[in-house]
T-cell receptor, first 113, second 114 residues
Framework: LAKTTQPISMDSYEGQEVNITCSHNNIATNDYITWYQQFPSQGPRFIIQGYKTKVTNEVASLFIPADRKSSTLSLPRVSLSDTAVYYC??????????????FGQGTTLQVKP | DGGITQSPKYLFRKEGQNVTLSCEQNLNHDAMYWYRQDPGQGLRLIYY???????QKGDIAEGYSVSREKKESFPLTVTSAQKNPTAFYLC?????????????FGPGTRLTVT
């Protein structure tokens, strides 16, 4: 599975847009990009997944450039409740793979009033 | 009300004792996973199972054992051989799919061994 690199921490203020970038230079052709959110003492929660270009749902947007070597999670108008750890994962489930997810340290987002 | 449950939420054991953590899901998912999380760290995969009666070691399986006798259940036993068992344990499940499947996580069990 492709290794990912993301900032350890970020600070923001309520109402701002937050962009968290993840690098995955050795992403493979069949790999998808997935982001999870984790609050303290809870299990991670799926946020968004994409393969290329842009994906948007009710929570976030995911921007993936043409070379797919990085991706950016965009959280519009964050609130205090968005304070959490955000994980970027890259991988593929095929017959030779296992659905394993590799979680790095993630990005700790602190939203301030 | 579909979901994945883990029990208990907090568990305390003495060193040298085996302990079993429960994980149940009613999402009809084929795949189930166990992760361990230490403070300030990401999740590390202990064991996973793609179908009933089959499971595979993850990255840190030593000192742990699992069983998958039913689709809905994937209990994890932390044995006395696990050198540092105190951690937050998370169970997850997912569909088996071509693309990276969304994993649904339980609320976790915090195990403290003294």
């Amino acid at each position: 599975l492709a290794k990912t690199t993301q900032p350890i921490s970020m600070d923001s203020y309520e109402g701002q847009e937050v962009n968290i970038t993840c690098s995955h230079n050795n992403i493979a052709t069949n790999d998808y990009i997935t982001w999870y959110q984790q609050f303290p003492s809870q299990g991670p929660r799926f946020i968004i997944q994409g393969y290329k270009t842009k994906v948007t749902n009710e929570v976030a947007s995911l921007f993936i450039p043409a070379d797919r070597k990085s991706s950016t999670l965009s959280l519009p108008r964050v609130s205090l409740s968005d304070t959490a750890v955000y994980y970027c994962l890259v991988g593929d489930l095929t017959s030779s793979n296992t659905g394993k997810l590799i979680f790095g340290q993630g990005t700790t987002l602190q939203v301030k009033p | 009300d579909g979901g994945i449950t883990q029990s208990p939420k907090y568990l305390f054991r003495k060193e040298g004792q085996n302990v079993t953590l429960s994980c149940e899901q009613n999402l009809n998912h084929d795949a189930m996973y166990w992760y361990r999380q230490d403070p300030g760290q990401g999740l590390r995969l202990i064991y996973y199972s793609q179908i009933v009666n089959d499971f595979q070691k993850g990255d840190i399986a030593e000192g742990y054992s699992v069983s998958r006798e039913k689709k809905e259940s994937f209990p994890l036993t932390v044995t006395s051989a696990q050198k540092n068992p105190t951690a937050f344990y998370l169970c997850a499940s997912s569909l088996r799919d071509r693309k990276l499947p969304e994993q649904y996580f339980g609320p976790g069990t915090r195990l403290t061994v003294t």
